[in-house]
């Protein structure tokens, strides 16, 4: 029996879609893959630059005695300071310096990041290596934010985005307060620099 010619035909054009399906079925597992890897699993929670959730995680403060400080402290930040420094900490490039990962946050000492946060900083400042002319007109004094509030959000920011600097506490504001009382001029750089802190 002769095979029908028009049966060899169809198989062949037969194939030729499967091959088409193939292609587009790996084209999809591998897009499928791009947006598993980089969409932050579809989670609001999630925005750049981070790509997950657990490694947006990893960045915020440590969990433990100060939660229910640093909760206060987040949300007193988000009504001040992240407005300028941004929900993120990393600041806007040549406006407002960021605060994730900078030294001044992360001294073990919060003495002069207490003084920055009550009166502000003023003219050339490094911040991560990168050169800054500040003119920091908004502070805790020009807000009347409490000693309690300042305490919870200088905690909250030297405890999120990977900072890991110890608890910030009213008293600490209050004896900074006292030391510098009648101060009404932003700080400068070499003023900070001068200031004595604990190692």
Same mark, same amino acid.
């Given at each position: 029996?002769n095979?029908?010619?028009?049966? !060899?035909? !169809?198989? #062949? ?5 499967l ?10 597992y ?6 598993d ?15 997950? @959730?657990? *490694? ?10 100060? #939660? ?5 402290? #987040? ?9 300028c420094h941004?929900?993120?900490?990393l ?6 310096p960021?605060?994730?990962?900078? #030294?001044?946050?992360?001294e ?6 207490? /003084?920055?946060a009550?009166n ?6 490094t ?6 002319n500040l003119v920091?007109?908004? !502070? ?6 409490s000693d309690k509030? @300042? ?12 900072n890991?600097a ?12 006292? *030391?510098?009382?009648? /101060?009404?001029v932003?700080?400068?750089?070499? *003023? ?8």
């Open positions: 029996m095979p029908d010619p028009k049966s !060899n035909l !169809n198989s #062949e054009s037969a194939a030729a879609p091959w088409l399906i193939a292609v587009f079925a790996g084209l999809l591998g897009g499928m893959l791009y947006v890897r980089n969409g932050g699993d579809f989670n609001a929670q999630v925005y750049a630059p981070y790509h997950s @959730l657990a *490694e947006l995680q990893t960045c915020q403060p440590a969990k433990g005695g100060d #939660e229910e400080v640093i909760r206060l402290g #987040e949300q007193r930040y988000a009504q001040t300071c992240g407005q941004q929900a993120s900490g600041g806007a490039l040549g406006q407002f960021p605060l994730a990962g900078s #030294e001044w946050v992360n073990p000492d919060p003495a002069r990041l207490i /003084r920055i009550l502000g900083a003023q003219g050339p400042i911040v991560k290596g990168q050169d800054w920091m007109s908004l !502070n805790a004094t020009t807000l009347a934010i509030d @300042l305490a919870a959000i200088l905690t909250y920011v030297r405890q999120a985005w990977g890991k110890p608890t910030v506490t009213a008293e600490q504001i209050a004896q900074i307060k006292g *030391e510098t009382k009648g /101060r009404a932003q700080w400068t750089a070499a *003023e900070l620099n001068a200031v004595p802190v604990k190692k």
